[in-house]
C-alpha cells in the first residue's frame, strides 16, 4: 500500500504530465497506479481537461472512476480546466464532459458569491462559450421538465 504523501505526488505528478502533454511520463505514471480522480486535489482528470485530451478524459471517467465534477483542492472542476483552453477546443472538451455526467449548472463560490459557468466565460471575454454553456443549462432543465433521460 502506497503511503499518503507518495499518493499525493504521483496524483499531482500526473495532473501536471497530462496538463503539459507530456504523454509519455503520464503513461510511465500510470504504473505506479494514481487515482486520475482523486477529489479534493490536482488529479488526472483536470489535467486532461485542461490539455483538451479527450483519450485521457474518457479513460479517466469510464475505466478509473473519476467523476466528471471532482473538484480539486480551490473547487475547481474539470469544465473549468476546459474553460481555458482556445475556443472551439474549449467547448469540444466541455461538451465530452457533460456528456459524460457533468452537471452544466454547478457554480463556484467565491467571496460569499456564486458563479455559474456562463458568469465566469463571461469575466474571461468568451461571450461564445457563455452562449453555448447557457444552452447546455437550459437544454438541461428541460430535459428535467419533460422527464427525458439525462446524460448521466
Excluded at 504530465?17 to 494514481?34: K, V
Excluded at 482523486?38 to 485542461?50: D, I
Excluded at 457533460?98 to 469575466?123: L, N, Q, R, T
Aim: hydrophobic share 35%; proline share 7%.
Amino acid at each position: 500500500m502506497q503511503s499518503t504523501q507518495f499518493q499525493d505526488e504521483i496524483d499531482n505528478a500526473l495532473f501536471l504530465a497530462d496538463f503539459f502533454g507530456q504523454e509519455e511520463a503520464s503513461d510511465l505514471l500510470l504504473e505506479y497506479r494514481p487515482d486520475p480522480g482523486r477529489k479534493h486535489s490536482s488529479n488526472g482528470l483536470h489535467g486532461a481537461a485542461g490539455r483538451g485530451l479527450e483519450e485521457e478524459i474518457l479513460e479517466y471517467i469510464w475505466f478509473s472512476g473519476a467523476g466528471p465534477d471532482v473538484l480539486d483542492g480551490f473547487g475547481g472542476t474539470p469544465i473549468m480546466y476546459a474553460m481555458q483552453l482556445p475556443a472551439p477546443h474549449d467547448w469540444k472538451i466541455i461538451e465530452l464532459l457533460i456528456e459524460e455526467g457533468a452537471d452544466p449548472c454547478y457554480g463556484i463560490c467565491i467571496g460569499g458569491v456564486s458563479w455559474p459557468y456562463p458568469d465566469i466565460s463571461k469575466a474571461m471575454g468568451k461571450p461564445d462559450l457563455t452562449k453555448l454553456l447557457e444552452e447546455a443549462i437550459l437544454e438541461m432543465s428541460e430535459d428535467e421538465e419533460t422527464d427525458v433521460p439525462s446524460r448521466r
